[in-house]
C-alpha cells in the first residue's frame, strides 16, 4: 500500500484535524516556571537479567548450528520532566551487557542460533510532550506505543532492547468512556538495534523507514463489552522494502471483547 497521492503535511492533517477538534481550550499546568519543570521531574530505572536457550539448524543448509545460551542483563535509565504551561519532556536510554555464547546478529557469532538481544547502548525515548488541551496529549519524537494487545502496534517487550517509533502521536479522551489514539510514523527502531544490518542487501534491520498514519478508538460504555476500531496504514520507504520484511500494507478491523 503506496500513499503516492497525499502530501505528508495531508497524510499528517488526516491524523490529527479530528483530534484537534476535540481539544480547543487550554488546561492547568503543573510548573511555575521552566526551571521548575527541568529539575522537578522523576528518575526511572529498570535492572533486568534475561536468559534465552536455542537449539535449531541453520535456515540454509539444515546442519546444525551451535546452541545458543544467551545471558543478557539491561539498564534502562530515564527522565521525564514536570510540565510548564503544557510541555514537557521524556529521555531514557538503555545499555544491554551480555555474553557471546550466541548470535545477536551483531556480534559476528554466526555459528550459534540468533537470540535478538545484542550488546548495545542506545536511545530508547526521546520526546517532546504537550498537554496543554483537555483530555489530551501530544508526544513528538521518539517513543513507546502500544495498542491493544500489542497484535500489530507494540514494543515486543519480551525483548531487552524495546521497540519504539520515531514520529508524532496523539491521546485524547474528550468523549466519555472513549479513548481516541492516532499517530504518524517516519521509523520503527527495531529490536535487532540499529547496528544489524542484512549482509545480503544492506538493509538495515534495526530500522525501517515509513510515513505510517495509525488510528485507534476504545469504546468502555457498554459496561459488559469493549469496543475497538483500528486503520494502521504502513507505508515504507524503498530501504525497508528492499530487505524483503517490510512490505506495505494497510489493515482496517475491530475487536469486541467481552467483560466477565
Known amino acids: 500500500m503506496k500513499l503516492k497521492n497525499r502530501t505528508l503535511a495531508q497524510q499528517m492533517s ?6 484537534a477538534l476535540l481539544a480547543l481550550a487550554t488546561e492547568a499546568y503543573s510548573a511555575d516556571s521552566f526551571t521548575e519543570a527541568l529539575t522537578g521531574g522523576k528518575v526511572s530505572a529498570n535492572l533486568q537479567y534475561r536468559y534465552e536457550n536455542v537449539d535449531q539448524p ?7 548450528l551451535k ?3 544467551a545471558s543478557t542483563l539491561r539498564l ?12 514537557g519532556g521524556m529521555v ?6 551480555a555474553n557471546d555464547a550466541y548470535n545477536s546478529r551483531v556480534n559476528g557469532r554466526t555459528n550459534y542460533s540468533v537470540v535478538a538481544d545484542a550488546n548495545v547502548t542506545e536511545l530508547n525515548q526521546a520526546y517532546l510532550s504537550y498537554s496543554g488541551a483537555p483530555q489530551t496529549k501530544l508526544k513528538f519524537g521518539r517513543q513507546l506505543i502500544r ?14 532492547n524495546h521497540q519504539t517509533y520515531d514520529g508524532l502521536s496523539a491521546v485524547n479522551k474528550s468523549l466519555p468512556d472513549t479513548t481516541i489514539s492516532a499517530a504518524f510514523l517516519t521509523n520503527v527502531n527495531r ?8 549482509n545480503g542487501t544492506g538493509a538495515l534491520l534495526g530500522n525501517h523507514h515509513m ?3 495509525l488510528f485507534n478508538v476504545n469504546y468502555k460504555g457498554l459496561g459488559f463489552a469493549e469496543l475497538v476500531g483500528y486503520g494502521y496504514f504502513l507505508d515504507y520507504d524503498p530501504s525497508a522494502r528492499a530487505f524483503g520484511l517490510a512490505n506495505s500494507t494497510k489493515t482496517l478491523g475491530g475487536k469486541i471483547k467481552g467483560n466477565a
Open 58 to 64: 541453520h535456515p540454509a543448509s539444515g546442519a546444525r
Open 14 to 19: 488526516l491524523v490529527f484535524t479530528p483530534l
Open 147 to 160: 495498542y491493544d494487545d500489542d497484535r500489530w502496534i507494540g514494543n515486543v517487550d519480551w525483548r531487552q
Open 67 to 69: 546452541e545458543a545460551n
Open 211 to 213: 510515513r505510517s498514519p
Open 76 to 87: 534502562r535509565l530515564g527522565y521525564e520532566t514536570a510540565e510548564y504551561m503544557g510541555f
Open 92 to 97: 531514557q536510554i538503555e545499555h544491554i551487557s
Open 191 to 198: 529490536v535487532f538495534s540499529d547496528a544489524s544490518i542484512d
